[in-house]
């Protein structure tokens, strides 16, 4: 008797398997061999998923690729990567990115094209949970019952001056912790991605890292405490919070 399986994220029937993270975000050999000749797809991760869960389906995982590869300051896989497949996506989907403005950068020997796009932050948030939820499925053999907060300096915006705070200063306390974790990265193509779970505390939280292109780095909070937890502890660590976030999380 087959074994039906169920969605890494609700539970229901699956339909698919998902690759996490999506496969498009691993650049394709045939791209790549005028400059190496190397694997970047070896043994990606895939989970059970339901078709609202599957973010190929919604498309969400090339939005993802582009917002993704396309940033500045990644290595150099991401910038053949973005000269190769994402820019044929961009070409087949030209909305598919909200262009600001358009620059040129120079270097003292080199003219680098940038754009400013507006990212529709909650669209990359939610790839970022399921991604998130996917590898803590693929990690544990269980659904993640609980909240997922998604901590990135990638959530910039010079209009939203204390989420931009928020998240940098959030980031820089990870990081601080990060050595204690006492776990390692995992990945089979660190080049492109990288995963790192922190233990569990004692509030029932854990921090994933997850690495794109070795320098694009978001951080995924996952609490498993209920809500009178929540405040419980809120409450408890206020002092703490207050020193830490009590400038920015101040209403207007
Ligand atoms: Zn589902």
Redesign the pocket.
Request: charged letters at 10%; one cysteine or more; aromatic letters at 16%.
């Given at each position: 008797m087959e074994i039906q399986e169920c969605?890494?994220?609700?539970?229901?029937p699956?339909t698919s398997r998902e690759h996490v993270p999506p496969k498009c975000l691993f650049p394709e050999s045939k791209d790549f061999k005028d400059l190496i000749q190397k694997d970047f797809r070896k043994n990606l991760i895939t989970v059970p998923?339901?078709?609202?869960?599957?973010l190929r389906k919604s498309n969400d995982d090339e939005y993802l690729m582009i917002c993704l590869a396309s940033r500045a300051g990644n290595n150099v896989e991401a910038y053949y990567h973005t000269y190769t497949k994402v820019r044929r996506a961009r070409e087949r989907n030209p909305s598919i990115i909200d262009v600001e403005s358009e620059t040129v950068i120079e270097t003292t020997n080199t003219k680098f094209p940038v754009q400013w796009v507006n990212v529709d932050t909650f669209r990359l948030q939610h790839s970022f949970e399921a991604i998130a939820r996917a590898l803590y499925f693929n990690e544990f053999g269980k659904q993640f019952e609980g909240k997922c907060q998604i901590v990135s300096r990638l959530f910039f915006h010079p209009d939203a001056t204390k989420s931009t705070q928020f998240n940098i200063r959030a980031c820089e306390m990870i990081e601080l912790e990060m050595p204690s974790w006492k776990t390692e990265p995992k990945g089979e193509n660190p080049e492109i991605f990288t995963y790192q779970f922190s233990p569990e505390d004692p509030m029932k939280v854990r921090t994933l890292c997850l690495t794109f292109y070795e320098k694009t780095r978001i951080y995924v909070i996952l609490s498993r405490m209920t809500a009178e937890e929540l405040a419980f502890q809120r409450k408890k660590h206020k002092a703490i919070v207050d020193i830490a976030f009590g400038d920015i999380l101040q209403p207007d």
């Open positions: 969605c890494y994220w609700c539970g229901a699956a998923s339901c078709d609202a869960h599957n």
